[in-house]
């Protein structure tokens, strides 16, 4: 094998200042452009209207990326997927509140 | 390599149908889908589950697999036969006689959806893009973007770091074989990424084949748990032990926050569990997260007999009852 280092690279990290067209995130979620439309539907996505078509913002990628991965792997349909993301970070925050609290009672 | 007895690993007999080889796959992604999962190693047992259910729900590559023979055992050393994959029929790309070479992972088209780098080499030497199961990929075409997953510490996710990774690509050589690459990457994470943020590099990911842009890769940022902060967002919480009078007087203490030790004044009459806010102290980003210090009153224990007589002298002097309200 052969090792070639390179520079260092910027990373650019994507916030909510960058915004994502349909197509790419068909791409990046590995979603079907009719899931995307109907996770707007649902009331996921904010979107805004551009000339070139409509955009979110790059910090709904992960969500979306999880309902990707939902679809594909557990074969979970749009609304369901919607719904476990929905109830799996209600679990995430209840989670640290429990942590939170917990930490209270523990043993000084 | 070692085999990978994916009968074994789905939990089925080999003369499963495909709708039991089915059923027993959804359940075991169910268990161990590493999004919904609980279970330790959830992600290393679902790749696993996602490779054998590749190999057994595809009727030519179980074929082929079952032609290896059910003599082997899991964790053998093993090396594909020379005549491998012939004799079958294949709806993409032919075989190539006479090329011996090595299984590479990443580009190409093969197997289903998921990234040629999930596959385990075993899986690549049978499955992978250099053998005749592949699909022919077949003139220009985009590279994919790739995307990985990258650990940072919280102090990491503040400051900002440097990060060095490994990528394997294939890269085609001037005689059309393919060798595989190690390209390492230094990639700077500025400060302020939050749990789940995605980070672009452009044109790391999958060459393309043939004239086509390469892809990008994209990384998942996860936030390693700290000991003594929980992240939520940008805000961070902080559990702070206090003594009864720092609380029932008030006293202005220095406190941790991951920029540094601050001054913070903790106000008489505070109780165990009321929460503190700092503004600006979580990590970094417009607007900026939050410190919460939840207040924790530690009692003193009474292990001594000066200590005894203060906690006697408490009771006799205060008048306090705490529950005054519950007998209502």
């Known amino acids: 094998m052969v090792r070639v280092t390179t520079h260092v690279l910027e990373a650019h990290v994507l916030t909510d200042s960058d915004w994502i067209g349909a197509a790419e995130i068909c791409q990046m979620c590995r979603l079907e452009l009719a899931a995307v439309l109907e996770l707007g539907d649902l009331g996921l996505l904010s979107p805004r209207e551009t000339p070139s078509g409509w955009q979110v913002p790059a910090t709904a990628l992960p969500r979306l990326r999880l309902i990707g991965r939902l679809m594909r792997d557990l074969g979970v349909n749009v609304s369901g997927a919607a719904l476990a993301v929905e109830l799996l970070e209600a679990q995430r925050a209840l989670e640290r509140r429990i942590r939170d609290l917990e930490a209270l009672a523990a043993d000084h | ?328």
Do not use: C
């Not at chain 2, 940072?152 to 770091?161: F, P, R, W």
């Open chain 2, 1 to 328: 390599m070692e085999y990978r007895d994916y009968y074994k690993i789905l939990g089925v007999e080999r003369s499963a149908t495909a709708e039991q080889v089915k059923t027993a796959y959804r359940r075991l992604a169910r268990k161990f889908h590493p999004d919904v999962s609980k279970e330790k190693d959830a992600e290393a047992r679902f790749k696993e589950v996602q490779e054998a259910y590749e190999v057994l729900k595809d009727s030519e590559k179980r074929a082929a697999y079952d032609q290896l023979g059910s003599e082997w055992k899991s964790g053998q050393q093993f090396r594909p036969p020379p005549d491998w994959g012939s004799g079958f029929e294949f709806s993409g790309g032919g075989a190539r006689p006479g090329r011996r070479q090595r299984a590479y992972r990443g580009g190409g088209a093969g197997a289903g959806e998921f990234s040629q780098e999930d596959f385990s080499d075993f899986f690549s030497s049978l499955f992978g893009g250099e053998t005749p199961f592949a699909q022919a990929g077949g003139g220009a075409r985009a590279g994919r973007d790739h995307h990985a997953r990258v650990d940072i510490s919280l102090e990491q996710a503040y400051h900002g770091t440097t990060r060095t990774l490994e990528l394997r690509r294939p890269q085609v050589k001037s005689d059309g074989s393919v060798a595989l690459e190690t390209h390492t990457v230094r990639v700077s994470i500025p400060a302020g990424v939050t749990e789940g943020q995605l980070i672009r590099l452009a044109g790391q990911g999958e060459p393309a084949a043939g004239g086509g842009a390469a892809g990008d890769l994209y990384l998942e940022a996860h936030i390693l748990p700290h000991a003594l902060y929980q992240l939520d967002g940008r805000d961070v919480t902080l559990t702070f032990p206090v003594a009864p009078w720092e609380a029932a007087r008030g006293a202005s203490l220095t406190m941790p926050t991951l920029g540094g030790a601050v001054e913070m004044q903790v106000r008489a009459g505070s109780q165990s569990g009321q929460k503190l806010r700092l503004r600006g102290r979580g990590l970094p980003g417009s607007p900026p997260g939050d410190q919460y210090v939840q207040l924790k009153v530690v009692l003193p224990p009474a292990n001594t007999a000066e200590a005894k007589a203060v906690y006697e002298e408490m009771r006799a002097k205060l008048n306090f009852d705490p529950r005054a309200d519950l007998a209502r």
